[in-house]
């Protein structure tokens, strides 16, 4: 972990020196993973800091070095190159200072408070979480769908990866990058998710860079007759269509009024139920949004609610993320009932035990 922490003493001291209230600060001596520091107050008071210096961090990174106990009394903080929003919250629940290369910091100590947010990262690294969220990546979103459809199992990588059919290899990249970023644990039984909330959250985000293919359409008819109509679709043709975004959401949470209907289907349908329903497709004013089924993965776990197949909750959330502003609200709504309801804390994985509702491995 040790690399040259010149530029991370500097951002340190810099920000300290710029405080009226401090009258002297000066880095006694390096160590292992940092350095320590000692700052006078203007009061005479002198304390300890206790930095660790690192090129990347992570916010399981983080987790480590709370952990961790100071030699003697002092104020530890945390320098890299570029702090991530969630390792800050965590630092800051944890009374961890932190300060990075791009100006953000947050330190708390005697009579000094020191918080900067919103600086970009000047040196941005491609980011892993687009690559295991990103729609294109199937066989990533089968296994975190297969994690979600039961979020309070304990899993083992090699039964993972025979439910749902990839190599070890893959499940291992993915569940080590959940473990990175503090969304999951790893226990003497195997793996689970400790963050659901956090990784649909993130998962969402990634996956609304890229737009969905879709078909906006539009229809004489009003919202309830043409969900009516989905249902004769099946009954009179065959053809299957499970709703998501606002029209699946109620099913799960009641929470907003809608007054479009979004919908998945097989390719090869769309044409004949285009038809069907007497609809068209338009630029602008659609009231039906049609979605390609690009993978069955899209409608694992769906569900029939009072007689309209339904999208998972988890897949209802992906989509309503990105339907700004009410569904957001939606897909909270939907996160909380749905899936965090159900969903047990883990107690701490370094305790000696885990809390007996959680499954044995499979």
Same mark, same amino acid.
């Given at each position: 972990m040790k690399h040259d922490d010149r530029k991370g003493m500097e951002c340190v001291e810099n920000k300290f020196l710029k405080l009226p209230n401090i009258q002297k600060y000066e880095v006694e001596r390096r160590t292992e993973d940092g350095f320590i520091a000692s700052v006078e107050m203007d009061d005479g008071f002198v304390f300890k800091i206790y930095a660790y210096s690192l090129q990347q961090v992570f916010p399981s990174t983080v987790m480590q070095l709370i952990k961790k106990k100071s030699d003697g009394i002092g104020i530890r903080i945390l320098i890299s190159p570029y702090i991530s929003d969630r390792t800050a919250q965590i630092c800051e629940e944890n009374g961890m200072g932190y300060f990075d290369y791009a100006g953000n910091c947050w330190f708390v100590g005697h009579s000094i408070y020191l918080s900067e947010r919103g600086n970009k990262n000047p040196e941005p690294k491609p980011c892993s979480a687009v690559s295991v969220f990103e729609r294109s990546s199937v066989v990533s979103s089968l296994i975190l769908r297969e994690l979600f459809a039961d979020i309070n199992k304990v899993w083992r990588l090699k039964h993972l990866s025979e439910k749902v059919g990839c190599s070890i290899g893959q499940v291992s990249k993915v569940m080590g990058f959940l473990v990175k970023n503090a969304w999951a644990v790893r226990m003497a039984e195997g793996y689970a998710v400790s963050e659901p909330g956090l990784v649909i959250r993130e998962w969402g985000r990634v996956y609304g860079r890229k737009d969905a293919v879709s078909y906006p359409c539009y229809s004489l008819d009003n919202i309830s007759v043409l969900e009516g109509k989905l249902r004769e679709?099946?009954?009179?043709?065959? #053809?299957?269509? +499970?709703?998501?975004?606002?029209?699946?959401?109620?099913? +799960?949470?009641?929470?907003?009024?809608?007054?479009?209907?979004?919908?998945? @289907?097989?390719? %090869?349908? #769309?044409? %004949?139920?285009?038809? +069907?329903?007497? #609809?068209?497709?338009v630029e602008s004013g659609a009231n039906m949004v049609i979605y390609p089924l690009e993978n069955d993965s899209y409608i694992k776990d769906c569900r029939i609610i009072?007689?309209? @197949?339904?999208?998972?909750p988890l897949q209802v959330c992906l989509d309503s993320l990105q339907l700004k502003g009410r569904g957001e609200e939606l897909a909270e709504a939907v996160l909380q009932k749905e899936i965090i309801k159900w969903y047990c804390e883990i107690v701490n994985p370094d305790d000696q035990h885990i809390e007996a509702h959680y499954h044995k491995s499979v």
């Amino acid at each position: 972990m040790k690399h040259d922490d010149r530029k991370g003493m500097e951002c340190v001291e810099n920000k300290f020196l710029k405080l009226p209230n401090i009258q002297k600060y000066e880095v006694e001596r390096r160590t292992e993973d940092g350095f320590i520091a000692s700052v006078e107050m203007d009061d005479g008071f002198v304390f300890k800091i206790y930095a660790y210096s690192l090129q990347q961090v992570f916010p399981s990174t983080v987790m480590q070095l709370i952990k961790k106990k100071s030699d003697g009394i002092g104020i530890r903080i945390l320098i890299s190159p570029y702090i991530s929003d969630r390792t800050a919250q965590i630092c800051e629940e944890n009374g961890m200072g932190y300060f990075d290369y791009a100006g953000n910091c947050w330190f708390v100590g005697h009579s000094i408070y020191l918080s900067e947010r919103g600086n970009k990262n000047p040196e941005p690294k491609p980011c892993s979480a687009v690559s295991v969220f990103e729609r294109s990546s199937v066989v990533s979103s089968l296994i975190l769908r297969e994690l979600f459809a039961d979020i309070n199992k304990v899993w083992r990588l090699k039964h993972l990866s025979e439910k749902v059919g990839c190599s070890i290899g893959q499940v291992s990249k993915v569940m080590g990058f959940l473990v990175k970023n503090a969304w999951a644990v790893r226990m003497a039984e195997g793996y689970a998710v400790s963050e659901p909330g956090l990784v649909i959250r993130e998962w969402g985000r990634v996956y609304g860079r890229k737009d969905a293919v879709s078909y906006p359409c539009y229809s004489l008819d009003n919202i309830s007759v043409l969900e009516g109509k989905l249902r004769e679709l099946k009954q009179n043709t065959g #053809i299957k269509s +499970y709703l998501t975004g606002f029209s699946g959401g109620v099913r +799960y949470a009641p929470v907003v009024r809608y007054n479009k209907v979004h919908v998945y @289907m097989a390719p %090869e349908d #769309i044409r %004949e139920a285009v038809r +069907y329903l007497e #609809i068209k497709e338009v630029e602008s004013g659609a009231n039906m949004v049609i979605y390609p089924l690009e993978n069955d993965s899209y409608i694992k776990d769906c569900r029939i609610i009072t007689g309209d @197949m339904v999208v998972s909750p988890l897949q209802v959330c992906l989509d309503s993320l990105q339907l700004k502003g009410r569904g957001e609200e939606l897909a909270e709504a939907v996160l909380q009932k749905e899936i965090i309801k159900w969903y047990c804390e883990i107690v701490n994985p370094d305790d000696q035990h885990i809390e007996a509702h959680y499954h044995k491995s499979v």
